[in-house]
């Protein structure tokens, strides 16, 4: 916030005008400064006598405040209103408020709304990981992009990623533990050796089967149009922030 100009010169603008004589666009250019300020200051200065400026920012009211108690009561009964629904009380009160009046008086009260993962709601995936990695290009640039499934085709997590070494296997393997918190009951890969690398550092107790059959899962994420083979949009990979392009059919 820029600071206002000071008093000294708002007197002495406002004495040019009114006592002087000087018109507003006059005094504007041998003070320096715009024709409305000029405008301004001389009617404060012929309204109430001085042109200091009004104090500058502060807290704002908040609109809610009158009504305080009967909404920390409601939300002391109902913890889980949302501020739709918070709103639509207040208007079946005769109390019309916009959602940013009710988010500034929550924000006064220090009251938030912290939502759980929808990964920690929903029920525990199963305990069959199946992991491949494909082909993909960001901006012309191949990238790896690493996705694991379940039994049931129920997508657990992806990781793209620029090598597909035992590093990169690593990092996706910490992923997904960290991210599911359990440990599954067999993992389902193909014969890229940075899979076998990763179960042994990470998951040794687990068994691991690897063939390039088994992974036709993953079969179920894609569907044919014509003579293009186009990657499913799952609910979890816009996450990945990336645009996937089509692979082509060899």
Known sequence: MTRPYSCDLRE???????????????????FRVSTASVVRWAQMKRRSGSCAPKPMGGRRRIILLPE????RARLTAKPDLTVRALRAELLARAICVSY???????KAERLTFKKKSVRRRRPRPGDKWHMDEVFIRIEGVQHYLWRAVDQ?????????????????????????LKGLQYVPRMIVTDKLKSHGVAHRDLLPHVEHRQSRYLTDVFDKLFWRIGDIFFLARVTAWPRAG????????A
């Open 12 to 30: 002495a603008v406002a004495a040019a005008v009114l006592v002087d004589g000087m018109s507003c666009r006059e005094a504007a250019e041998v």
């Open 68 to 71: 305080r108690a009967w909404l």
């Open 100 to 106: 940013g009046a009710v988010w500034a008086f929550l």
């Open 152 to 176: 049931d085709g129920v997508v657990l997590d992806i990781l793209v990623q620029p090598r597909r070494d035992a590093c990169a296997a690593k990092r996706f393997f910490k992923k997904l």
């Open 242 to 249: 990336m645009g996937m392009e089509a692979c082509h059919a």
